[in-house]
T-cell receptor, first 118, second 113 residues
Framework: DTGVSQNPRHKITKRGQNVTFRCDPISEHNRLYWYRQTLGQGPEFLTYFQNEAQLEKSRLLSDRFSAERPKGSFSTLEIQRTEQGDSAMYLC?????WGAGQKSDEQYFGPGTRLTVT | AQSVTQLDSHVSVSEGTPVLLRCNYS??????LFWYVQHPNKGLQLLLKYTSAATLVKGINGFEAEFKKSETSFHLTKPSAHMSDAAEYFCVVSDIRDDKIIFGKGTRLHILP
């Protein structure tokens, strides 16, 4: 399978615990995005990487959230001291962008990780 | 700043009748526009995209969308609905200058037998 993969697919944790999600993008894609989707809403942008550089973070991404893409391939999203409000589907997407001023190609989404904080 | 508004949160049509899902956008520059579909318990799938080429864009599964700059609209249409089209549809705008990607709140399409 050459699509975007995410692990785990489901995570149930207790409030206050830390969780980490992993995203493996399509191998030739240099951009990787994280989104959060709550019930009945569209995905909300959290952050994105171009290769290993994190280029933008949404203000939705509080200091309890951190994302990395150390070698420009897979990425991890960590949430520290989880709260019930963090319960959501966390989506990863990847795309290509070849140079400044060029429009991004469409994003390919993974299946998501559903987080439930009890 | 960019924004996207999906004018209907729910749309119901009978099988075999036309589908129209409405989307209006706001962008200060030349936008890219996309429609994605999300079936229950499945990932988001790209239906079609507009990136400043032809204003009438054809996508998968018989869907089309027309970019109308004067109306700042990018409505999604299909001539004849099928039961398998029942899903959540998202209109997305992307601005090349600030690289933000904004999703609409979604339109849930119901197909009546």
């Amino acid at each position: 399978d050459t699509g975007v993969s995410q692990n785990p697919r489901h995570k149930i944790t207790k409030r206050g615990q830390n969780v980490t999600f992993r995203c493996d993008p399509i191998s030739e894609h240099n951009r990787l995005y994280w989104y959060r989707q709550t019930l009945g809403q569209g995905p909300e942008f959290l952050t994105y990487f171009q290769n290993e550089a994190q280029l933008e973070k949404s203000r939705l991404l509080s200091d309890r959230f951190s994302a990395e893409r150390p070698k420009g391939s897979f990425s991890t999203l960590e949430i520290q001291r989880t709260e019930q409000g963090d319960s959501a589907m966390y989506l990863c997407a990847s795309s290509t962008r070849w140079g400044a001023g060029q429009k991004s190609d469409e994003q390919y989404f993974g299946p998501g990780t559903r987080l439930t904080v009890t | 700043a960019q924004s996207v508004t999906q004018l209907d949160s729910h749309v119901s049509v009978s099988e075999g009748t036309p589908v129209l899902l409405r989307c209006n956008y706001s962008s200060s520059y030349s936008p890219s526009l996309f429609w994605y579909v999300q079936h229950p318990n499945k990932g988001l799938q790209l239906l079609l995209k507009y990136t400043s080429a032809a204003t009438l864009v054809k996508g998968i599964n018989g869907f089309e969308a027309e970019f109308k700059k004067s109306e700042t609209s990018f409505h999604l249409t299909k001539p004849s609905a099928h039961m398998s089209d029942a899903a959540e549809y998202f209109c997305v705008v992307s601005d090349i200058r600030d690289d933000k990607i904004i999703f609409g709140k979604g339109t849930r399409l119901h197909i009546l037998p």
